[in-house]
């Protein structure tokens, strides 16, 4: 899977601050910018290992290392909005 240049660039927004990996207000904005821009085209589907992948890989890039739980955590938390998103017709 790849992702498209401004799914890629939301991505490095949201990874790219050292808080990254924080539930802050901030950080967490960011996180769902990066969901609703991934979420275009995908009909609320999460690709788990792929996009896992994905992000471990950037944020090697970005900052030398990850966080592999949270990465794993925050895309659970992307499959349990798109099952809303996809319940409610959204």
Known sequence: MKLSPRVEKVL????????????????????????EAYKVGR???????????????????????????VVRERIWRMGIIFDYLRCTKR
């Open 12 to 35: 490095e927004e949201w990874a790219g601050p050292k808080t990254w990996n924080t539930t802050h207000p901030c950080d967490m904005d960011r996180w769902y910018r990066f969901v």
């Open 43 to 69: 009909k609320y589907r999460v690709h788990e290992a792929e996009l896992t992948e994905i992000i471990m890989a950037k944020l090697d890039e970005l900052h030398g290392g990850h966080d592999k739980k």
